[in-house]
T-cell receptor, first 114, second 111 residues
Framework: ELKVEQNPLFLSMQEGKNYTIYCNYS?????LYWYRQDPGKSLESLFV?????AVKQEGRLMASLDTKARLSTLHITAAVHDLSATYFC??????????????FGTGTRLAVRP | DTGVSQDPRHKITKRGQNVTFRCDPI?????LYWYRQTLGQGPEFLTY????????KSRLLSDRFSAERPKGSFSTLEIQRTEQGDSAMYLC?????????FGSGTQLSVL
């Protein structure tokens, strides 16, 4: 059974600081997704990482994937309050599929304080 | 692009009643997914359609849960004889390629 673990589970950051969220998973997969969820809202797709060594950046967020280590990171640069949300990573359970069955981590709740 | 639409947004029901939720995917998306999310957890996969074919349903939580997508467009998720443990957010998502687009969900409360 695929297990997806995120750490930390809760992160309180000061504005302007940098930090990294880690996502480890237990089985071979070359597709990993990052989502953002605001309280009471649905999930917003941030990144889709499709191969080993993939790196994607959008604004203050950068995601990377190391399939050999079964590890993805979400790096936050110079945090701002608007980034406060819960961030989920999700792993596609089957190789060479297209998001058929995603297993999500438990999420990292990020709070950015002034 | 009107996004993935789910109805209703909230549903309160008494234990033992049946409930049905509807999902309208983005129009050109052939894949449709149902997930369940409980408080403080990540979404949990339930089932998946490609067009009208239900290709994966082993993760439906019990035989009280069923889903349909009769014409390959909208989908319904039905829960029969609801239990308090069914209380959760039920999320629908659709895709054409790798990226899934999620709807706002239906929050179910079973009293």
């Amino acid at each position: 059974e695929l297990k997806v673990e995120q750490n930390p589970l809760f992160l309180s950051m000061q504005e302007g600081k940098n930090y990294t969220i880690y996502c480890n998973y237990s089985t071979t997969s070359d597709r990993l997704y990052w989502y953002r969820q605001d309280p009471g809202k649905s999930l917003e797709s941030l990144f889709v990482l499709l191969s080993n060594g993939a790196v994607k950046q959008e604004g203050r967020l950068m995601a990377s994937l190391d399939t050999k280590a079964r590890l993805s990171t979400l790096h936050i640069t110079a945090a701002v309050h608007d980034l406060s949300a819960t961030y989920f990573c999700a792993v596609d359970e089957r190789e060479k599929s297209s998001g058929d069955k995603l297993t999500f981590g438990t999420g990292t709740r990020l709070a950015v304080r002034p | 692009d009107t996004g993935v639409s789910q109805d209703p947004r909230h549903k309160i029901t008494k234990r033992g009643q049946n409930v049905t939720f509807r999902c309208d995917p983005i129009s050109e998306h052939n894949r449709l997914y149902w997930y369940r999310q409980t408080l403080g957890q990540g979404p949990e996969f339930l089932t998946y359609f490609q067009n009208e074919a239900q290709l994966e349903k082993s993760r439906l939580l019990s035989d009280r849960f069923s889903a349909e997508r009769p014409k390959g467009s909208f989908s319904t998720l039905e829960i029969q004889r609801t239990e308090q443990g069914d209380s959760a957010m039920y999320l629908c998502a659709s895709s054409r390629f790798e990226k899934l687009f999620f709807g706002s969900g239906t929050q179910l409360s079973v009293l």
